[in-house]
C-alpha cells in the first residue's frame, strides 16, 4: 500500500484481526451484492470505506420517497429524478472512495442472466427483498462453491447467515420444507416490509454483520458464526445464534437439483411490494424515447429518463425498463397488469 492508503485505513490496520496483509488482501478482493435496498446500499457502503477492491452492485429497482427513511446511499434528488438504485449508489460509492471499482448494475437477477452477473465473484452479499431471488443465489453458489451471506430485515427483526457451500448448511436447508419440493417456503407468508414496515435499525444491524463476515471470508478466515442463524430484534434487544444442521436430503446441496437455477421455480409474474406486480419481460430491447414519444402523443402522462419510463394511468402506474420489463403500481391482480402492459407497452 502507498502511504495515502496506509493512512486511510490505519484504524482498520490497528485491528488484530486484520492487519496490513489483511488490509492489502481486502484491496485486491472482490464481491458482489444483489440487491441495493436498506441491506445492500448499507453492505456496500461499509465494504467500499474499509477498501474492498471491486464492488458490482445488481437492483432491479429505482428509488423512492419511501427509500430514504433507511437506504442510506440515497437522497432525496435520487428519488425526485426516480434513479435506479443501481446507478444512484455507484455515483455515491464512488464519491466516497475513488480508489474501489464499484460497477451498478440495473439489472433483475434471474437464471438466463446468473452467471454473467455473478460469475468471477469469490463472494456473494444478499441484498434481496424476496426469497425466490434468495433461493435463485443459493443455487448459484452452491453448484459453484462461491460463499455467500444471507440476510433479511423487516419489522423490527432481522437475520443473517454467512453460507460456504459443502461445509456449512445451505438456505434451502433452512428454508424449503423436508420434502425438498421447490417453492415450498414457509417464510412466503411472513409479512413484508410493505405490510409490517421496517426500522432502519435493524436493517443497520444486520447489513453490518453481513459486512463483518464478508470481510472475514475475502480474509480466508474461519468463522465461528458460519453456518449459524444470527437473529435479532432491535426494538426488544433480543440477540440469538443458532446452529443450522445440513439436511442431508437438501434439494440443492444434497440433491443438487438446483430448481431456481434451471428456471423451474420463478414465476414469470411476481408480486413486487404491497399493491405492485413485476412483469418479467426481458428479452425485449425497447426504445424507451420512441415509446414515451408515441405515449405523449396520445396524451399520457410520461416521465423519462435515461434508465426508465413511468407512465401514470390513474390509478395504476406503469414503470417500464429497457428491457421490457415492468412495474405496475396500482393492482395486485396479474391478469390487470398484464392487460395494461399489453395496452401501453405491447404485448
Known amino acids: 500500500m502507498n502511504p495515502s492508503a496506509r493512512e486511510r485505513y490505519s484504524r482498520q490496520i490497528l485491528f488484530a484481526g486484520i492487519g496490513e496483509q489483511g488490509q492489502e488482501r481486502l484491496c485486491n478482493s472482490s464481491a458482489a451484492i444483489v440487491g441495493c435496498g436498506a441491506l445492500g446500499a448499507t453492505v456496500a457502503n461499509l465494504l467500499v470505506r474499509a477498501g474492498i477492491g471491486r464492488l458490482r452492485i445488481i437492483d432491479r429497482d429505482f428509488v423512492e420517497p419511501s427509500n430514504l427513511q433507511r437506504q442510506a446511499l440515497f437522497e432525496e434528488l435520487d428519488a425526485q429524478e426516480a434513479l435506479p438504485k443501481a446507478v444512484a449508489a455507484e455515483r455515491r460509492l464512488r464519491a466516497i472512495n475513488s480508489d474501489v471499482k464499484v460497477e451498478g448494475i440495473v439489472a433483475d437477477l434471474d437464471c438466463r442472466n446468473a452467471e454473467e452477473l455473478l460469475g468471477g465473484f469469490p463472494l456473494l452479499l444478499d441484498g434481496t427483498d424476496n426469497f425466490e431471488t434468495r433461493l435463485l443465489v443459493n443455487d448459484y453458489a452452491v453448484n459453484t462453491g462461491t460463499p455467500w451471506v444471507y440476510g433479511a430485515a423487516v419489522s423490527s427483526h432481522g437475520v443473517t447467515m454467512a453460507i460456504r457451500p459443502g461445509k456449512t448448511a445451505c438456505l434451502a436447508c433452512m428454508l424449503e420444507q423436508p420434502t ?63 446452529s443450522v444442521s445440513k439436511e442431508t436430503g437438501c434439494r440443492a446441496c444434497g440433491r443438487r437439483e438446483f430448481a431456481y437455477l434451471e428456471g423451474r421455480a420463478q414465476p414469470h409474474v411476481t408480486m413486487c411490494g404491497r399493491d405492485s406486480v413485476q412483469i418479467h419481460e426481458r428479452r425485449r430491447n425497447l426504445d424507451l424515447v420512441r415509446l414515451g414519444q408515441a405515449l405523449a402523443a396520445s396524451g399520457g402522462d410520461v416521465r423519462q429518463n435515461g434508465f426508465l419510463l413511468r407512465l401514470r394511468v390513474p390509478p395504476h402506474e406503469i414503470t417500464v425498463f429497457a428491457d421490457g420489463r415492468a412495474i405496475i403500481k396500482g393492482t395486485r391482480d396479474p391478469s390487470v397488469a398484464r392487460s395494461l402492459y399489453s395496452r401501453y407497452v405491447g404485448a
Open 180 to 242: 425438498g419440493k421447490a417453492g415450498t417456503l414457509g417464510p412466503s407468508l411472513e409479512p413484508t416490509c410493505d405490510t409490517a414496515g421496517v426500522l432502519g435499525a435493524v436493517a443497520g444491524v444486520i447489513a453490518s454483520l453481513e459486512a463483518a463476515s464478508a470481510m472475514k471470508l475475502l480474509l480466508g478466515q474461519t468463522d465461528p458464526s458460519e453456518g449459524r442463524i444470527i437473529s435479532c430484534d432491535v426494538w426488544t434487544g433480543r440477540f440469538q445464534s443458532v
